[in-house]
């Protein structure tokens, strides 16, 4: 008894000092569903995340729990300029050429949600960016960004994938149809999590 005892304190250690190093990192924000406190990639899990990226690597094979690396092309990067939501990096889409996906394993899952701070700036006139979720061959568009989310702020976004295909390549995709390279979209401290 005294063992068994002993092994779930020292494991409650653990996991609270990982948690604490990943708080202490500021990397990755979930204020929906953490209240606010500030946690890292690397500690997303013991929040129920099943995948996440805040895109700290600078790169596109960072976060954990993806299938792979985020397939991207055209006028998509990781960068530094255009004041990120947390942390040094974010994603950015530009132009019409801007696309980005990447795939997780969703299959048996329920009550999952898509979580991420999204930004946009200078959409003018029929500019958009499409989010699209769903399998592979199947994908839907599950919001669109207008000129009328054009105001260069982060705001937190929550998508029920409920209504979509549980698989086990469940991709999320980023589509940009803006009209130039002076039109943004920013994306950040993204989570795909089961939410209670």
């Known amino acids: 008894m005294r063992l068994v005892l002993l092994g779930?304190?020292?494991?409650?250690?653990v996991v609270g000092a990982v948690a604490a190093v990943g708080r202490a990192a500021g990397t990755f924000s979930d204020q929906a569903q953490v209240g606010g406190n500030?946690?890292?990639?690397?500690?997303?899990?013991l929040y129920g995340g099943i995948a996440c990226d805040a895109f700290e690597t600078g790169g596109w094979s960072g976060g954990h729990g993806w299938l792979w690396g985020w397939w991207h092309s055209g006028?998509?990067?990781?960068?530094?300029?255009?004041?990120?939501?947390?942390g040094t990096y974010h994603l950015r889409l530009r132009s019409s050429t801007g696309y980005v996906d990447r795939a997780a394993n969703?299959?048996?899952r329920s009550n999952v949600h898509l979580q991420f701070w999204a930004k946009v700036n200078s959409f003018e006139s029929a500019d958009a960016l499409s989010l699209l979720v769903g399998p592979s061959g199947s994908m839907a568009?599950?919001?669109?960004?207008?000129?009328?989310?054009?105001?260069?702020?982060?705001h937190f976004v929550d998508i029920d994938l409920s209504?979509?295909?549980?698989?086990?390549?469940?991709?999320?995709?980023?589509d940009a149809g803006m009209s130039g390279t002076g039109d943004y979209f920013y994306a950040d401290d993204m989570v795909i999590k089961t939410v209670p």
Do not use: H, K, Q
Not at 8 to 13: D, Q, T
Not at 166 to 172: A, G, K, L, P, Q
């Open 8 to 13: 779930a304190i020292v494991l409650s250690l």
């Open 38 to 45: 500030t946690f890292s990639t690397t500690d997303c899990f």
């Open 75 to 86: 006028e998509s990067a990781v960068v530094t300029s255009g004041t990120t939501y947390g």
């Open 106 to 108: 969703l299959s048996g």
């Open 141 to 154: 568009v599950a919001r669109t960004w207008t000129p009328a989310d054009s105001d260069n702020v982060y």
């Open 163 to 174: 209504p979509y295909t549980m698989s086990s390549e469940f991709y999320v995709a980023f």
